[in-house]
């Protein structure tokens, strides 16, 4: 079975520029969240999605930020435009349950992303 | 103050050693706890949940203590393959399972 992928692995942009960072989760999993790792801190929940529909938002830092999720499927993340503390890795994760107790999440390789 | 919190360390053992770790988290409401394992510029892998009763997978242990909001990790019989960063991880006070990470503890394990 295919894990969770991610596309680009890297990502080099300029501040201002535009980047949409992919996530495709384990076949059947409804539920797929964003996180964050900036440099010298901890990952960071941004949200999760439960098939098309946005569960929970709550880390989204601001609205350069869009995520989308058309058809429950594949999710895309937008950063636009792009600041200097942007940079770092985003993590994608899908889990096939929720609920207290179940439902492991199931990380993706992650984008490392960095805005010069 | 952080939610999670971990000695970042390194931990500098040789093999063979015990070890153990310990992160407090701040969220009382917080229902489900794991350690997630991350080797350098690799994604967070399930290590092991954490139940009140404690649970035990091969070479480690992990305990979780509500009253004083305290989770651990040991890990007997160390392998060099064990060096790397332990990630204490709870959720849950929702059900929706958002994971609240700390910064991790790092784990060098020397031949």
């Known amino acids: 079975e295919a894990g969770v992928t991610q596309f680009p692995s890297h990502s080099v942009i300029e501040k201002g520029q535009t980047v949409t960072l992919r996530c495709d989760p384990i076949?059947?999993?409804?539920?797929l969240y964003w996180y964050r790792r900036v440099m010298g801190k901890e990952i960071k929940f941004l949200l999760h999605?439960?098939?098309?529909?946005?569960?929970?938002e709550s880390g989204m830092p601001n609205n350069r930020f869009l995520a989308e999720r058309t058809g429950g499927t594949y999710s895309t993340l937008k950063v636009q435009p792009a600041e200097l503390e942007d940079s770092g890795v985003y993590f994608c994760?899908?889990?096939?349950?929720?609920?207290?107790?179940?439902?492991?999440?199931?990380f993706g390789p992650g984008t490392r992303l960095t805005v010069t | 103050r952080k939610e999670v919190e971990q000695d970042p360390g390194p931990f500098n053992v040789p093999e063979g050693a015990t070890v153990a770790f310990n992160c407090t988290y701040s969220?009382?409401?917080?229902?489900?706890f794991f350690w997630y394992r991350q080797d350098c510029r690799k994604e967070p892998k399930l290590l092991m949940s954490?139940?009140?009763s404690g649970n035990e997978d091969g070479r480690f242990t992990a305990q979780l203590n509500r009253a004083s909001q305290y989770i651990s990790l040991l890990i007997r019989d160390s392998k060099l393959s064990d060096s790397a960063t332990y990630l204490c991880?709870?959720?849950?006070?929702?059900?929706?399972?958002?994971?609240?990470f700390g910064t991790g503890t790092r784990l060098l394990v020397s031949p």
């Open positions: 076949s059947g999993h409804d539920n």
């Open positions: 954490v139940y009140s």
């Open positions: 999605f439960v098939k098309e529909s946005k569960q929970d």
């Open positions: 994760a899908s889990s096939l349950r929720t609920g207290l107790g179940l439902g492991e999440q199931y």
């Open positions: 969220n009382s409401a917080s229902q489900s």
């Open positions: 991880v709870v959720s849950g006070d929702t059900g929706f399972q958002k994971l609240v």
